[in-house]
């Protein structure tokens, strides 16, 4: 059994910084690929950033220079550094790990229950 356990999210104002953070825990091998999505009320989900176990890291356009990605390897967990919030940034923020192996040599995709962001005066 694994699960992906998030926090950090709440409120903010527009300028403001949060981090969040997403622990994997469980019966857990491997983690190649880890990442963050959000969705916002009425649109689809959308990809935030991703890293890989070496640190390679990928960014949505929309984001980029303002939110940073990185991740504890020893602790199973990855994070997310949001800095110079905007209203649009407003969404609920889901942690993923699509390629965890088990103890028992087994693959998973796995999501977190998500976290609210909102950024508002």
């Known amino acids: 059994q694994v699960q992906l356990v998030e926090s950090g999210g709440g409120l903010v104002q527009p300028g403001g910084s949060l981090r969040l953070s997403c622990a994997a825990i469980?019966?857990?091998?491997?983690?190649?690929?880890m990442g963050w999505y959000r969705q916002a009320p009425g649109k689809q989900r959308e990809l935030v950033a991703t890293i890989t176990s070496r640190g390679t890291t990928n960014y949505a356009d929309s984001v980029k220079g303002r939110f940073t990605i990185s991740r504890d390897n020893a602790k199973n967990t990855v994070y997310l550094q949001m800095n110079s919030l905007k209203p649009e940034d407003t969404a609920v923020y889901y942690c993923?790990?699509?390629?965890?192996?088990?103890?028992?040599?087994?693959?998973?995709?796995?999501w977190g229950q998500g976290t609210q962001v909102t950024v508002s005066s």
């Open positions: 469980g019966n857990i091998f491997s983690i190649s690929n």
């Open positions: 993923n790990a699509p390629d965890i192996v088990t103890m028992r040599g087994v693959k998973y995709d796995y």
